[in-house]
């Protein structure tokens, strides 16, 4: 199988704070994951790519200061929400590269996290 | 950058219809994907294609990559209610492994 998890599901938190968001291969590892937010009745997008070992990738507007990544281990990556505001309020989802095929190459998705700020 | 004409935005249909929904793009791909999400929840792959001219099934899904590596579509043969959620396809192409993602289909299926 090719499982990737999140954790938390959901989060509610102040303004102001921060909010990390964890992102798991379960059964494979995962040399690239991506960050992804969505926003009600909208398609996904692209926040930024998560190198494992490396600094992540952020896309044009991407505050790279305000959302964090950390991509430590062949499993795990981490999206740290610095200083939330209400506007950050959003749907996070994050993906992981499958590599394992000989010829093929595609990603999986988490379950995604549901941000709220206050 | 590279844009994903995706169609229809909706369908509503009855149970036991066929659907049909596709994606186009102004510039070539390597890989086309589809997901299917539901509320709440993430992508979740359906279909994965690789070559020019594959056609794939999945159960009552079928997909095909265009030649020309500019489309894709995915069939849906007798729909049932529990396939209502929104579809969408991607591309990638690149070494760098992103997604391009259609706009979605919204489908609801009445029983």
């Known amino acids: 199988g090719a499982v990737v998890s999140q954790h938390p599901s959901w989060v509610i938190c102040k303004s102001g704070t921060s909010v990390k968001i964890e992102c798991r291969s379960l059964d494979f590892q995962a040399t690239t994951m991506f960050w992804y937010r969505q926003f009600p009745k909208q398609s996904l997008m692209l926040m930024a790519t998560s190198n494992e070992g490396s600094k992540a990738t952020y896309e044009q507007g991407v505050e790279k200061d305000k959302f964090l990544i950390n991509h430590a281990s062949l499993t795990l990556s981490t999206l740290t929400v610095t200083s939330a505001h209400p506007e950050d309020s959003s749907f996070y989802i994050c993906?992981?590269?499958?590599?394992?095929?000989?010829?093929?190459?595609?990603?999986?998705f988490g379950p995604g996290t549901r941000l709220t700020v206050l | 950058g590279q844009q994903l004409n995706q169609s229809p935005q909706s369908m509503f249909i009855q149970e036991g219809e066929d659907v049909s929904m596709n994606c186009t793009s102004s510039s070539i791909f390597n890989t086309w994907l589809w997901y299917k999400q539901e509320p709440g929840e993430g992508p979740v792959l359906l279909i994965a294609?690789?070559?020019?001219?594959e056609l794939t099934s999945n159960g009552r899904l079928t997909a095909q990559f265009g030649i020309t590596r500019k489309d894709s579509f995915l069939n849906i043969s007798a729909s049932i209610p529990s396939d209502v959620g929104i579809y969408f396809c991607?591309?990638?192409?690149?070494?760098?492994?992103?997604?391009?993602f259609g706009k979605g289909t919204l489908l609801t299926v009445n029983p």
């Open positions: 294609l690789y070559k020019a001219g």
């Open positions: 993906s992981a590269r499958d590599q394992r095929g000989t010829s093929t190459d595609t990603q999986y």
């Open positions: 991607a591309g990638q192409l690149g070494s760098n492994y992103k997604l391009t």
